[in-house]
């Protein structure tokens, strides 16, 4: 649950990179921190430990909060794409996340699918991901208005 407890170092609006809720699925355990940002200065608010669980009843509470956004460290961008990437179907079916807002969010995710089955287009592993990209993205062209 939210922890009084601010990031450790500067809070430099430079050091975190935001994330919209609706890429937050429920049932979920995300593998980063993640933060809340607050006051005029957006000092950063470390609100739920990485790893986890995250529930339908947190994210409801942070939409009555009228929060859109949470917020990870730069640092931990790798780990969050790898858990957009494995959640990438669960977060184009959200209705919290309009069309117009996946589609950045597939685009890059499907672009680094595919620059991974370039450099070695021997891996099965490479192929079953960018073949799960073209399905999200089919899903998402079908959901858009």
């Known amino acids: 649950m939210a922890s009084a407890a601010t990031a450790e170092g500067t809070s430099s609006e430079q050091d975190f990179f935001p994330i919209e809720l609706g890429v937050l699925q429920p049932g979920t355990k995300v593998p980063v921190d993640l933060y809340l940002r ?3 200065r ?8 990485a790893h986890m669980p995250l529930s339908d009843e947190i ?9 859109q956004k949470l917020w990870i460290r ?20 959200d209705d919290l996340m309009p069309s117009e807002k996946a589609w950045p969010l597939v685009y890059q ?8 089955l370039f450099e070695d287009p021997h891996s099965g592993n490479n192929m079953k991901r ?3 990209m073209v399905g999200s993205v089919v899903e998402l062209v079908i959901k858009s208005p």
């Open 38 to 40: 607050q006051g005029e």
């Open 42 to 49: 957006g000092r950063h608010v470390l609100y739920k430990n």
């Open 59 to 67: 994210r409801e509470r942070l939409m009555l909060r009228g929060v």
């Open 74 to 93: 730069k640092e931990d961008q790798e780990g969050f794409r790898a858990y957009v990437e494995e959640q990438i179907d669960a977060i184009i079916r």
């Open 109 to 116: 995710t499907a672009s680094r699918a595919m620059e991974s």
């Open 130 to 132: 960018a073949s799960r």
